[in-house]
T-cell receptor, first 112, second 112 residues
Framework: DVKVTQSSRYLVKRTGEKVFLECVQD?????MFWYRQDPGLGLRLIYF???????EKGDIPEGYSVSREKKERFSLILESASTNQTSMYLC???????????FGPGTRLTVL | QKEVEQNSGPLSVPEGAIASLNCTYS??????FFWYRQYSGKSPELIMS????GDKEDGRFTAQLNKASQYVSLLIRDSQPSDSATYLC????????????FGSGTQLTVLP
């Protein structure tokens, strides 16, 4: 079974703080994704990575950056958190044999 | 803009009935189609994937795909209260087998 883990289930930060969200997968997948999910807006792609040190912007990259130093780990960074970044953040890892994305448990981030 | 449209619901069915969830997509080049189930506060969980026209059955779930009509559906037979969740339709983008576009989801309630 694919296992995708995220560093925190719940996180509370203050405006202006630097925030790190980490995602780890144990299946040697090359492709990993970061989404945010908001009521009424659905799942929106922030960034994805198709290999170590490789990254591509998704639909809403503004205010975010990512890091992929090792294949199993994909980090999302909020350089200076703002209240409009309060959201559920979901990481996914892709198995290329079926093009299926598997999600981690999510991190609910609140920025005060 | 590549879009995936779902009936937002909410959809209510009595226990034991068939629940029918529908999804249309705009990208004619899409090749892979997925249904995810998401319980409140949890991350999406893959239920079905379908890649070719026709029906695909897995237990109580049947996915149907019609590429000519750009339509994909999910039928849940013998619906149970535990099926109450939001169901997300996801479609790969043409030219990028790695990226998914998600619908906004259909909220299903199965009444005991």
């Amino acid at each position: 079974d694919v296992k995708v883990t995220q560093s925190s289930r719940y996180l509370v930060k203050r405006t202006g703080e630097k925030v790190f969200l980490e995602c780890v997968q144990d299946m040697d997948h090359e492709n990993m994704f970061w989404y945010r999910q908001d009521p009424g807006l659905g799942l929106r792609l922030i960034y994805f990575s198709y290999d170590v040190k490789m990254k591509e912007k998704g639909d809403i990259p503004e205010g975010y950056s990512v890091s992929r130093e090792k294949k199993e780990r994909f980090s999302l960074i909020l350089e200076s958190a703002s209240t409009n970044q309060t959201s559920m953040y979901l990481c996914a890892s892709l198995t290329t044999d079926t093009d299926t994305q598997y999600f981690g448990p999510g991190t609910r981030l609140t920025v005060l | 803009q590549k879009e995936v449209e779902q009936n937002s619901g909410p959809l209510s069915v009595p226990e034991g009935a068939i629940a029918s969830l529908n999804c249309t997509y705009s990208d004619r080049g899409s090749q892979s189609f997925f249904w995810y189930r998401q319980y409140s506060g949890k991350s999406p969980e893959l239920i079905m994937s379908i890649y070719s026209n026709g029906d695909k059955e897995d237990g109580r779930f049947t996915a149907q795909l019609n590429k000519a009509s750009q339509y994909v559906s999910l039928l849940i037979r013998d619906s149970q209260p535990s099926d109450s969740a939001t169901y997300l339709c996801a479609v790969t983008l043409s030219g990028s087998a790695r990226q998914l576009t998600f619908g906004s989801g259909t909220q299903l309630t199965v009444l005991p």
